[in-house]
Structure formats: C-alpha cells, structure tokens
C-alpha cells in the first residue's frame, strides 16, 4: 500500500512569488492535515479537510489556503511569499474523521524562500 | 489552550543505555496521546499511543503510560541502538479538532556505540 506522498520534495523560490504544494493520501483516506515544522517554532497545525471541507485551520495568516478534491487529494497555497515561510512542509492523512485515529505523514516539502 | 511540553535535547547516550524523555500536556477534556519520531530527512512516524488513562502504548522496545493524575506521556527504551537516532516528538489531540495534532518542540537522541 503506498504511503502519504508529497510533491515536490524541494522548492526554491523568491520572496513575493506563490506557491502551490501537493499531497496524495494512502487510499482510503479522506482526511488530510497540513503542519509547517521551522526550526524556531517547531512543528504548527495549518488546516484540515475532510470529503473536500476544511473542518479545522490552526493560527495563519489569509495567505496560507488549501483544498481537497473528490478524489481526497490535497493542495495547500502560499501567495506573496516571505522570508519566514521557509520551511518544511508535512501532510498527514488518516482514515476516518476521529481524533484517535492514527495519521501518517508524507516525507514533506522542503520550502526554501529566498 | 492545548499545549505539550517535553524536556528539552539533545539527549546523548551510550548503547544499551536506558533512556526517558518527558513529556507533560495540558488539555481541555480527555485527549489521545502520541509519540512521533523523525529521522533525518523525513516525514514522522508514529511509535505508539494512548486514547485514554492508563493506557500504555508500546512499540520497537519503547513505552509511554497515559497519566492523566500527572498529566504526563513520558517516553522510555530499557535499552537504545544506534539506529534510535532521531528526533522524538509528543503530541496530543486537540480537543473538538478532529485530526489536529499539537506537538512538543521535539528531543533530539543521539546514540553512540
């Protein structure tokens, strides 16, 4: 079964461009989670979607979006990029909607904004 | 709100030796408990977990208990391998957010032969 797989892998781009990254579950999966891990504030809940809804979004700003096909694949958007938002990129997915349930991460995109 | 608090790294240690990383939260309700681990270059990788007091997740020789009087997750090996190198992060479930995870600021182990 293949894993949570996360494109591209690596990313370079310059302050003020927008960025699109991808995110393709385990099949079966419906739920998708995005986190931002930075070497200074760790690891950070951007949002989540479930059947093409966003049902929770941590604390970013406006220029942080996302979306969910019908197929459960996930897209995440970055406009007007910053210094800041260099970073790596997780995705997690997991099977039902529920907290208890396991999630499993993607190897990440590495952001690098310059 | 939701918060997890682990002892800060990098944690050194020789082979075979025992190892504790703790971990603490604070949550509103009763949440579910996880420990991830992260090794160089890639995504986490969940070693095990806990949905409820008492409860003891286990996994590759590793162990937590969900203590919910002492509000504690800690983590323990009675004996690492080299190959335990990585970084350790607790995380728990924030309360009403369905797939959110809230996560420590990470222990970094390193293992020497």
């Known amino acids: 079964k293949a894993g949570v797989t996360q494109t591209p892998r690596y990313l370079i781009k310059t302050r003020g461009q927008q960025v699109t990254l991808s995110c393709s579950p385990i099949?079966?999966?419906?739920?998708v989670s995005w986190y931002q891990q930075t070497p200074g504030q760790g690891l950070q809940f951007l949002f989540e979607y479930f059947s093409e809804t966003q049902r929770n979004k941590g604390n970013f700003p406006g220029r942080f979006s996302g979306r969910q096909f019908s197929n459960s694949r996930s897209e995440m958007n970055v406009s007007t990029l910053e210094l800041g938002d260099s970073a790596l990129y997780l995705c997690?997915?997991?099977?039902?909607?529920?907290?208890?349930?396991?999630?499993?991460f993607g190897q990440g995109t590495r952001l690098t904004v310059v | 709100g939701d918060s997890v608090t682990q002892m800060e790294g990098p944690v050194t240690l020789s082979e075979e030796a025992f190892l504790t990383i703790n971990c603490t939260y604070t949550a509103t309700g009763y949440p579910s408990l996880f420990w991830y681990v992260q090794y160089p270059g890639e995504g986490l990788q969940l070693l095990l977990k806990a949905t409820k007091a008492d409860d003891k997740g286990s996994n590759k020789g590793f162990e937590a208990t969900y203590r919910k009087e002492t509000t504690s997750f800690h983590l323990e090996k009675g004996s690492v391998q080299v190959s335990d190198s990585a970084v350790y992060f607790c995380?728990?479930?924030?309360?009403?957010?369905?797939?959110?995870?809230?996560f420590g600021a990470g222990t970094r182990l390193a293992v020497h032969p």
């Open positions: 995380a728990l479930s924030a309360s009403g957010g369905y797939n959110k995870l809230i």
């Open positions: 997690a997915s997991s099977l039902e909607g529920q907290k208890n349930t396991e999630a499993f």
């Open positions: 099949s079966g999966h419906r739920s």
